[in-house]
């Protein structure tokens, strides 16, 4: 395998850094650079609406007319816009945009010509997916992401073998170009090899602590994709807060949200989930309980457990009741209707910071703890409530993702329950400990991107491995991933973006490429051009240190 | 000097309480509570009985002795935007008043007693104080000035909300106002990063909502120097990021009359000796070469004190600044200055044994700064300099302005800068660039400038305080979130009253605050969990 990374043009930086690169970069020498003339409309036939919708404009996953056979072509065609328009489209429902006016800018009075007679012109890049694309389906943990890439005089080759791969490999072409200092757009002939080191890249949202307008989120998905993430994790509701509109159990978000207009409708939910289906990105909902429930109280009578204060009940509230009928009975239903909802097969349910006080102060729940032999070991009684739950889920044929805690209060879990790991003490040790119990683990420990400092902190966040754990190779085999966490106490819309870019960049390259990519001077260089190729892109994403952007965020 | 606490200030409001208010479900139990003003002013008494307003009925005029009218475009400016301050932008929030609901609020009359100052730049002693009372069937906003006007105007707008049926209310309310430091602050990095004018003016309008009336622009820097200078282009030409990084004298102008149109004084800082590596870029010979093993070694120290080229550059260049910036003040910077260069330099070692300096390289630091303090009062300028230059002993003109901001112990600088009869400003604990987790907003809230030990002449000399937002980590991305609502706790600090101090009812009126910003288009930031009605929109 080709492994010549040679970032000799800063221009020249991709990140997260593909698997291999063989670039001609020759120290820049015009005539090894090949200009790309903006008006050669090279565009996808629309076969395909989530690869031509990533060029040009949004078209719904209902124009997606022609499923590709394999081998099937998507070949850039030299066709005019107008042409295409006469195709069935929907309004766009979202100012989106593709990778040819991520290449090219949305900036006017940036078109210049091309320079006359200077250099070889790139006029089409060739996409082929090979086997069977899945054009139509959602991503998921095994799906395929991998795709070659060859820039070479007249045409350049991009190949993968599902739509995923392509995406993954029009997001590195994009990067490859530049704009040289007459203006030109110009790209080095090119040799790339790339898959992720890991299938599971995530990027947690807290929609509970403060709600976060659709448009923000789709904003947050624009950026996951420019730095390869594949998982929105949607911590959606928790005690401040129950943004979810349940069809089934309205009342939740009813009462339970900060306002009626604090709310996230089936059509925002299934909204966010094509916006991000389209960019390969997979939506996991977090339904967080038995604790973090307080909001769950206001529309759903009887869930939470009243709290007593010498022998009355004193009117707050504790965990969801655990030793209620009717709390399973809400719970079937409810996981029942999330399961439609969400296409992802993983659901997360939390399970974190489960609080005994209340539970222990209440005479029917000392009742059952009796009864059920469980003494006054509460952490026995949460993972009676965990194994109901996880039940529930895997009825509705779902899989489970749930906090470290679950595992840790040895909760008995259903092979393939996926643990995350959040805390940061000793870290390496729970790694260790549940991949030798043979569960998958998300790293996310050292990635709490809500904890700020002074500096430079995404160092630290890169120079994080997953896998320098004590363990066997099967162990490791288990890290399926990670995810960086923005909690929302102190985040909303005023700062979500600024807050989690490029600071979660890191996190995202360390998650895709090889393990040796690991000199943080290489990043920096790297990061600084890619946080302003973001800047461009619409992304207010904040700088690493002083310095500059040729395009600077405009608000 | 302050009249009797008000006796209907309801203070340890719960957060609770204080959403049941911005419901106002039931008026009357509404009625009584403290409005959630920020910062708070000297006195407010409220009375249950509630007004209502209407966009269209409603306006902003003069009194009939208003020694300012219609011509003094500063006010009629504010009134415009005051008025789609209290009524909002969105077309969707229109509504009727509802009839025969409660009393109208139809006007509210503008009264300015001495000469208006209308067309004047606002300075470290204009009268910011105000008189507003708000009564059936006509408001009273009365100042000597129109900084005090302006103010006001901004107080009447946190008087004013929407009730749950969306109806623009108000108390009855009898306000009395002044600030309690006359130097309010912020500071912006220019240099470190580049901020697009637009971002600077988002900072003004912000500024504006939380009375703060200086805008310390920390222009240039080592980085970079965006100041486009008439008399000496290439300043720019060569030390700016880019000639699209540059602030033309154009944009320079436009800083400076949005500004002033908000009260608000804009002094430049124009940092030296150290700090100018972006200078020497455009300016030879400026910065003192420096030597390694006897041979020059192609990097450039502090500006070179001992050539007679440098201050006649100096004197060129702050006569421009001088005519540019209208403030009386501009700040010198004077810190940090590193020695190493110029130790390795043998002529400026030979000049140092000519002048008898020794090795005390900070007595070369005076020289160079007493020459440039010289030259900007023969440019007819006020200083302010960085604490260095008082510490290192340098002669100062009375009346020069040092600012601390040295974190470890500061109440001692305080202490020791007004003892040697020199007005202060405080900056210290307010460096916002210093993030960590949490709100640290409390901290800042928390900070007394005169809590040191001196006299009551030396308290006097504290004329203020900056929030300093030092541009290593800010651009246009993150300045606004960054700053706001953080600086807002140091605007309070600034502008209350010493007793205003409970942490737990600036939070309940502060998370108010925030989200009036965010309505208004600034990207404030959130104290904590919760909600806006208006969330911000990107």
């Given at each position: 395998?080709?492994?010549?990374?040679?970032?000799?043009?800063?221009?020249?930086?991709?990140?997260?850094?593909?698997?291999?690169?063989?670039?001609?970069?020759?120290?820049g020498r015009k005539s090894s650079g090949?200009?790309?003339?903006q008006n050669s409309q090279s565009l996808f036939l629309r076969k395909c609406s989530m690869l031509s919708s990533n060029y040009f404009d949004v078209m719904g996953s209902s124009q997606s007319l022609l499923v590709f056979s394999q081998p099937v072509m998507c070949w850039l065609s030299p066709l005019p816009v107008p042409e295409l328009t006469t195709f069935p489209r929907l309004q766009p429902l979202w100012p989106q945009t593709g990778y040819h006016e991520y290449i090219f800018g949305f900036d006017k009075r940036q078109r210049r010509p091309a320079k006359p007679n200077s250099a070889i012109e790139l006029q089409q890049l060739l996409v082929t997916v090979v086997l069977d694309s899945e054009c139509d389906l959602f991503p998921n943990i095994?799906?395929?992401?991998?795709?070659?890439?060859?820039?070479?005089?007249?045409?350049?080759?991009?190949?993968?073998?599902?739509?995923?791969?392509?995406?993954?490999?029009?997001?590195?072409?994009?990067?490859?170009?530049?704009?040289?200092?007459?203006?030109?757009?110009t790209i080095n002939e090119s040799d790339i090899i790339d898959s992720p080191r890991f299938p599971h890249r995530g990027i947690l949202i807290d929609t509970a602590r403060h709600f976060l307008p659709v448009k923000s989120i789709l904003k947050t998905l624009d950026a996951m994709a420019f730095n390869k993430f594949n998982v929105l994790h949607w911590h959606i509701v928790d005690d401040q807060s129950f943004p979810y509109q349940s069809v089934t159990f309205p009342e939740l978000s009813n009462k339970g949200s900060y306002s009626l207009s604090h709310v996230y409708t089936p059509n925002d939910v299934h909204t966010v989930i094509e916006y991000?289906?389209?960019?390969?990105?997979?939506?996991?909902?977090?339904?967080?309980?038995?604790?973090?429930?307080?909001?769950?109280?206001?529309?759903?009578?009887?869930?939470?457990?009243?709290?007593?204060?010498?022998?009355?009940?004193?009117?707050?509230?504790?965990?969801?009741?655990?030793?209620?009928?009717?709390?399973?009975?809400?719970?079937?239903?409810?996981?029942?209707?999330?399961?439609?909802?969400?296409?992802?097969?993983?659901?997360?349910?939390?399970?974190?910071?489960?609080?005994?006080?209340?539970?222990?102060?209440n005479p029917e729940i000392q009742g059952f703890m009796k009864q059920k032999g469980f003494g006054k070991d509460f952490r026995r009684l949460e993972s009676f409530y965990l194994q109901k739950l996880l039940g529930i889920v895997s009825t509705v044929k779902k899989g489970s993702i749930v906090w470290q805690e679950v595992f840790d209060d040895h909760v008995k879990l259903l092979p393939g329950t996926?643990?995350?790991?959040?805390?940061?003490?000793?870290?390496?040790?729970?790694?260790?400990?549940?991949?030798?119990?043979?569960?998958?683990?998300?790293?996310?420990?050292?990635?709490?991107?809500?904890?700020?400092?002074?500096?430079?902190?995404?160092?630290?966040?890169?120079?994080?491995?997953?896998?320098?754990?004590?363990?066997?190779?099967?162990?490791?085999?288990?890290?399926?991933?990670?995810?960086?966490c923005l909690w929302g106490e102190f985040v909303d819309a005023t700062n979500l973006t600024p807050r989690l870019w490029p600071r979660a960049s890191a996190v995202g390259e360390r998650l895709w490429s090889p393990e040796d990519i690991t000199s943080v001077g290489n990043a920096y260089n790297r990061l600084t051009v890619h946080r302003c190729r973001m800047v461009r892109r619409g992304i207010s994403a904040e700088p690493l240190f002083t310095g500059y952007c040729d395009y600077e965020y405009k608000t």
């Open positions: 395998m080709l492994d010549t990374r040679t970032p000799k043009l800063v221009a020249v930086c991709s990140l997260p850094t593909p698997l291999a690169k063989s670039g001609n970069s020759s120290e090949w200009s790309i003339a095994t799906s395929d992401e991998s795709y070659t890439l060859l820039v070479k005089e007249p045409v350049a080759f991009l190949k993968a073998n599902r739509v995923w791969g392509v995406l993954r490999g029009l997001e590195t072409f994009s990067q490859l170009i530049y704009q040289d200092s007459y203006g030109t757009f991000a289906r389209l960019r390969g990105i997979r939506v996991i909902p977090e339904f967080d309980s038995p604790g973090h429930t307080q909001s769950w109280g206001k529309g759903q009578k009887d869930l939470l457990t009243p709290c007593y204060n010498e022998h009355k009940q004193s009117g707050t509230f504790g965990p969801i009741n655990p030793i209620l009928n009717s709390t399973y009975n809400f719970l079937s239903q409810f996981f029942k209707e999330v399961s439609m909802v969400f296409p992802d097969h993983f659901v997360h349910l939390g399970g974190d910071e489960v609080e005994f006080q209340c539970w222990e102060s996926i643990v995350q790991v959040w805390k940061n003490q000793v870290y390496t040790e729970e790694l260790r400990e549940v991949t030798a119990a043979g569960f998958p683990v998300i790293l996310s420990a050292p990635w709490y991107l809500d904890w700020i400092s002074y500096g430079q902190d995404w160092r630290n966040y890169y120079k994080v491995d997953p896998l320098h754990f004590d363990g066997s190779q099967e162990q490791k085999k288990l890290v399926i991933g990670g995810e960086a």
